[in-house]
Nanobody, 121 residues
Framework: QVQLVESGGGLVQPGGSLRLACAASGSIFKANAMRWYRQAPGKQRELVAMITSVGRINYADSVKGRFTISRDNAKITVHLQMNSLKPEDTAIYYC???????????????WGQGTQVTVSS
């Protein structure tokens, strides 16, 4: 069974940094686009950053210059380095990926369970 598992969330002071990790497990033939979303209380889930299998990257305007997404194709992991954190970055952060399970001819979209990031003094 294919799963995504996030780690690295926590409580940090404004201006601080956190590094989130997401690891895919199970029998996976190929990993295509991988993404980080976030959802703050009372708000819709929003796309934070995306990285394709060939390394093309997009960021939400609100995190450009502060967050960096990266991936390891061999380990099927994606990271989100978050610097200069602000209180408005507080949210549950979700990993999302387009994966092709071994033996399947089709790509499916998967979500992790989410990890809480709280930026507060």
């Amino acid at each position: 069974q294919v799963q995504l598992v996030e780690s690295g969330g926590g409580l940090v002071q404004p201006g601080g940094s956190l590094r989130l990790a997401c690891a895919a497990s199970g029998s996976i033939f190929k990993a295509n686009a991988m993404r980080w979303y976030r959802q703050a209380p009372g708000k819709q889930r929003e796309l934070v950053a995306m990285i394709t299998s060939v390394g093309r990257i997009n960021y939400a305007d609100s995190v450009k210059g502060r967050f960096t997404i990266s991936r390891d194709n061999a380990k099927i992991t994606v990271h989100l380095q978050m610097n200069s954190l602000k209180p408005e970055d507080t949210a549950i952060y979700y990993c999302n990926a387009d994966l092709v399970p071994t033996g399947s001819a089709y790509e499916s979209n998967y979500w992790g369970q989410g990890t809480q990031v709280t930026v507060s003094s």
